[in-house]
């Protein structure tokens, strides 16, 4: 009997073993796949059927990806995806510990799910790790900030499991979709984030120990300084991708590489899986050392969220000097000392030992960027001092619950490298001081010269002849009236009165459910970031666009609040027109006159539509290009559009091009400014490098994004494409390289083909060309945009007459004197006729 129990003990006990090993063994899934795959040498379960630590709590959609650029190894991998259009969680059985979470995001077109569309959240046991998250974007901040030029995205998170269970929920944003191509957990068996001994920036020399109970850490950046990248292949132990460091260096040639692949070992057994070996054996340290001036540094600058705690380690292993005081330098984060007198012989205890040092920083609300600086020290005696690195790692630590990014960044960008030496206190308090009083009398010449402005404007007025049209800024309420008939009016009339300040009809919820149906999904004309548009009738016969807000969006709500005050502001025949809105009941509603034949992308690409004649996409070129430069001049200091695209560019029924939506404007610089510092918005393909860059808008931002748009209309794809190959994925980028070759016409739309001169489209191409120049001052006005397109109409229809009377003759260009932005040249634009005139009186 004895025996018979301690076979049985044995038997349980080894179950028991198989399930620990099951639990700790890392789960790969492959989204979207019925069956088993090989990737990176890896094996990855299909989600389709429950695997044997996981569960998927309803099934979504199966998707294909309709062209991979990946490497060959990741092809299998990112073939399909798993899609949700409601909220759905990856449930997993684990042993409490830590575990690295990565997700896979290959974000081609999957049958007929556009994924720049997509908007999602991703929660993992109620830590919210991304919030309304497009996977384009992301791919775009990080290619634009890191000089980089990426396909696929993976981000990467590090959790404590308390429990035995890991839930990780989809919540796709309401009319949008959520998608995953693959999930990594891996188990975490040692202190590979042991943080007992942290180093605060700024603060005294002391460590203490970094408690991360609780919190939820994302890999922000992980970079193998001086050497190549490291594939995750070669991490055997958690198959962490580690960068170059070159693209984020402010001074490439302020250091050099060094190297040894021999001898290099950990200085504690505690490390070994801290980074691959491979990270220490090569290293960047400072240029010229014994010559250079003392504060000269090396700088590596990263772009990071803000309103966040990081942890930033440092990987040194010393590879030349085997004493002591023969290398010794300062370590700076962010403009502040980290650490002084800084010895990596000492500190690791020997040549070649690798070693790590981790440094805690809390970034502000106002600061987005985040610098690492070593300098030589030159209190020092050290012969030769000089600095080196060898890897770094930035995780950024959630704060209560939360590791993703907030909605809204403020954007200050600091100078430079930074120096060294810190300002004394009284020299800012002097800085303070100046700047305010420069401010008070600016402030007080302004109020003086805004008196004699309205003291001007009340005597004009006072004479009807003398009277100057002017713009105004209407309320809210009341019912529209056409800008003649209330111009007529007399300022003294009371109903005169009554009408200058009325914008549009305010309508109830009622009035709107019955011109839509009840909001029928069969009069759904299309959706956007603000939420869906309905195709409505008013009781009077009227049929209108009905634009109802998410109510979950705080977005929406300050686009609702833009749009209104904007549009309350603008009545031109290129810019639609808003009937009125409705603000009860939680609702934000707003009407505008109905678009027949819908956005100028649908007939372009993406749709059956049957393809414009190339003299009506010049014709709807024109028509936008009219109601942005009435946008740029219409009033003091303009209004900048600052999300140009064809699907914001509607076409009437008889095809005439009308600009709209404006949640996203903003007004242009003040009289002495030559910008407006803004957070950085607009569409994706579409956003100006510039304003991306430096946090500046001007109106040359739009002009970028009309140039933009004068491709996609010429070649009739979408501006960001990642099924496409590399090189063809950006628009911009790839017709301004066939444009420089003069080849244009290569990758023009074939349907085009005998529609269009060879004259005219060159002269189209020349004009996109020079609205993409990298600085706003090379670029054209609109006002001048304007008039080159009207000249092209002018070669074509031209070109057509030639034609029909079989004989050949050119269409004379219009003089004028010339003028040249950089190594742009332009003809002075004409005065714009009548209607421009006419539209820019507001009453």
């Known amino acids: 009997m004895k025996f018979f129990y301690g076979l049985l003990l044995v038997f349980l006990g080894s179950l028991c073993a198989a399930k620990v090993h099951a639990l700790m063994k890392p789960i790969l899934i492959s989204c979207g796949s019925n069956s088993s795959i090989v990737a990176d040498g890896r094996h990855w379960i299909g989600d389709s059927t429950p695997g044997e630590n996981f569960t998927l709590s309803s099934s979504g959609f199966i998707a294909s990806a309709s062209m991979i650029n990946v490497e060959p190894i990741y092809a299998t991998l990112y073939k399909n995806a798993r899609i949700f259009n409601t909220s759905t969680s990856y449930n997993f059985t684990l042993l409490p510990g830590n575990y690295y979470i990565r997700f896979h995001f290959y974000p081609s077109r999957f049958d007929t799910f556009d994924v720049n569309e997509s908007s999602f959240d991703v929660i993992a046991n109620n830590l919210k790790l991304v919030s309304k998250f497009n996977v384009p974007g992301e791919i775009y901040w990080k290619n634009t900030r890191s000089n980089s030029n990426i396909t696929t995205l993976v981000k990467e998170y590090l959790l404590n499991i308390s429990l035995n269970e890991l839930k990780i929920e989809f919540i796709p944003e309401s ?22 001994s942290v180093s605060k920036v ?51 040639n302020a250091a050099y590489s060094i190297n040894n692949t021999s001898n290099v070992s950990f200085a504690s057994i505690n490390d070994t899986s801290t980074a691959p070996i491979l990270v220490y054996e090569t290293a960047r340290t400072m240029t010229d050392n014994q010559v250079v001036e003392k504060r000269f540094n090396v700088s590596w600058k990263f772009e990071v969220d803000p309103n966040f705690d990081y942890l930033i380690r440092l990987h040194f292993c010393e590879l030349v000097y085997d004493k002591p005081n023969q290398r010794i330098f300062r370590i700076y984060i962010n403009n ?106 600016s402030g007080l010449l302004l109020c003086i010269a805004f008196m004699c402005y309205r003291i001007h404007q009340k005597r004009s007025l006072q004479s009807p002849e003398k009277r100057s049209p002017v713009w105004r800024s209407l309320p809210f309420h009341g019912t529209i009236e056409s800008t003649t008939k209330a111009y007529a009016k007399s300022p003294s009339s009371k109903n005169g009165a009554s009408a200058l300040n ?226 063809e994925i950006n628009l911009a980028e790839w017709a301004l390289r066939w444009q420089r070759k003069n080849s244009i016409e290569r990758i023009l739309d074939r349907r085009l083909e005998g529609d269009y001169s060879p004259e005219s489209m060159k002269k189209f191409a020349e004009i996109a060309e020079k609205c993409l120049a990298d600085e706003g001052r090379n670029r ?51 005065i714009v006729e009548g209607e421009e005139e006419e539209a820019i009186r507001e009453v």
Request: hydrophobic share 35%; with cysteine; glycine share 10%.
């Open 202 to 252: 700024g603060g005294s020399t002391s460590k203490f120990p970094l408690s991360l109970s609780g919190r939820g850490i994302e890999t922000m950046y992980r970079l193998n300084v001086g050497g190549p990248e490291i594939k995750p292949s070669d991490d055997k132990d958690f198959w962490r991708k580690w960068d170059s460091d070159e693209r984020f260096m402010f001074s490439v």
């Open 502 to 727: 009325r914008i549009g009809r305010r309508f109830t919820v009622s009035e709107i459910r019955a011109a839509t149906k009840n909001f029928d999904d069969s009069l759904l004309i299309g959706t956007g970031g603000f939420g869906k548009v309905y195709k409505g009738e008013l009781d009077e016969g009227i049929t209108v666009a009905i634009k109802r807000a998410n109510p979950q969006s705080e977005q929406g709500l300050k686009e609702f609040e833009t749009e209104i005050e904007m549009l309350s502001k603008l009545r031109h025949r290129h810019l639609v027109s808003m009937i009125g809105y409705c603000d009860e009941q939680k609702e934000m509603i707003l009407v505008y006159e109905y678009m027949a034949n819908g956005t100028l992308r649908s007939h372009l690409f993406g749709s059956d539509l049957p393809p414009l004649a190339w003299k009506q996409r010049l014709e709807a070129c024109i028509g936008a290009a009219r109601g942005l430069h009435y946008l740029h001049t219409g009033a003091e200091g303009g209004i900048i559009h600052r999300d140009v695209k064809t699907t914001n560019i509607l076409l009437d029924e008889n095809f005439v091009a009308k600009m709209a939506d404006f949640g996203l404007s903003k007004d242009g610089p003040a009289f002495d400014q030559t910008h407006v510092s803004t957070a950085v918005k607009g569409s994706f393909g579409y956003l100006d490098p510039e304003y991306f860059r430096r946090q500046q808008l001007t109106d040359k931002s739009d002009v970028y994004s009309f140039g933009v748009v004068l491709f996609e209309v010429a070649c009739a794809r979408s501006v960001i494409n990642p099924s496409l190959p590399r090189e």
């Open 336 to 441: 502040k000392t980290a650490a002084e007198n800084y010895d990596v012989f000492v500190q690791a205890g020997g040549k070649n030992k690798a070693y790590h040092e981790d440094y805690f920083e809390a970034i502000s609300q106002k600061v987005d960027t985040l610098w690492i600086q070593l300098g030589s020290d030159s209190l020092t005696s050290a012969s030769g001092t000089d600095a080196l690195l060898n890897g770094v790692e930035i995780f950024k630590l959630s704060r209560n619950g939360v590791l993703a990014h907030a909605p809204e960044k403020i954007n200050i960008m600091q100078e430079g490298g930074g120096s060294i030496i810190q300002k004394p206190k009284y020299k800012i308090l002097w800085a303070a001081i100046g700047v305010g009083v420069c401010l008070s009398i």
């Open 780 to 830: 054209p006005t609109m006002g001048e945009v304007l008039w080159h397109l009207e000249n092209v109409l002018q070669m074509h229809e031209a070109h057509v007459q030639s034609r029909s009377l079989s004989c050949c003759s050119s269409s004379p260009s219009p003089s004028g004197s010339e003028k040249r932005y950089g190594d742009a040249s332009f003809s002075l634009p004409r």
């Open 175 to 196: 009319g949008s979709f959520a998608f995953i191509n693959a999930v990594e957990v891996i188990p975490i068996l040692d202190k590979l984030l042991s943080t007992e």
